[in-house]
């Protein structure tokens, strides 16, 4: 069965450091990765996509990196903020009946930026 | 939260009784979504719709079932709960409208959770 991976459950940096976050992958093959915040007691905000035939994606302070052949992707937060404290969620994507998508996660990173 | 609302937010059950858990939109997306969260396994899909009438099994299927009547509803039904069913259940949705192109972001509604006694 497929299996996700996030390097920790925990993640604790200072204010203005870029945070890196990591999203390991077996078994699968999938044609895009989401990542997604989640705030406590909210559901999950969709941050980026990114396609198996992209290495890297950009979006503001975001980066996400996306290796297939190792199975990876790498979540940047840089200039990072206390508001960025959150759980980190990474996704596999791949089509399901009738073209929906089904999304597998991984059990999330949680990240605290210390003021 | 994207126009997704649940209902209700908060419930508490004993084991044995049926509960039902619904999911609304004002989006006309797609397809909808609905997962459980717990400690240690993240989220996990339970039962997703491609459209009315249509829908299709997700990991965690067992114990569960769902009913899509109108593309902005979808149902979430235990049948009979057990405590394993004690858990934070979000609804999803995504794909966008017929029509436009399709999108692949998931937007989540604010979850309801669930107790089983």
């Known amino acids: 069965s497929q299996k996700i991976e996030q390097n920790s459950e925990a993640l604790n940096i200072q204010e203005g450091k870029t945070a890196t976050l990591t999203c390991n992958y077996t078994?699968?093959?999938?044609?895009?990765l989401q990542w997604y915040r989640q705030d406590p007691g909210r559901g999950p905000v969709f941050l980026l996509l990114?396609?198996?035939?992209?290495k890297e994606k950009r979006k503001e302070r975001l980066k996400v990196t996306f290796d297939t052949t190792l199975k990876q992707s790498l979540f940047h937060i840089t200039a990072s903020q206390p508001a960025d404290s959150a759980t980190y969620l990474c996704a596999l994507d791949r089509a399901s009946g009738g073209s929906a998508r089904q999304l597998t996660f991984g059990s999330g990173t949680q990240l605290t930026v210390l003021p | 939260d994207a126009g997704i609302t649940q209902s209700p937010r908060h419930k508490v059950t004993e084991t044995g009784t049926p509960v039902t858990l619904r999911c609304h939109q004002t989006?006309?997306?797609?397809?909808m979504y609905w997962y459980r969260q717990d400690p240690g396994h993240g989220l996990r899909l339970i039962h997703y719709?491609?459209?009315?009438?249509?829908?299709d099994k997700g990991e965690v299927s067992d114990g569960y079932s769902v009913s899509r009547s109108k593309t902005e509803d979808f149902l979430l039904t235990l049948e009979s709960a057990t405590s394993s069913q004690t858990s934070v259940y979000f609804c999803a949705i995504s794909g966008g409208a017929p029509g436009q192109g399709q999108t692949y972001e998931q937007y989540f509604g604010p979850g309801t959770r669930l107790t089983v006694t």
């Open positions: 078994n699968y093959s999938p044609a895009y």
């Open positions: 990114i396609r198996e035939n992209e």
């Open positions: 719709s491609y459209g009315v009438k249509d829908t």
């Open positions: 989006e006309n997306h797609r397809y």
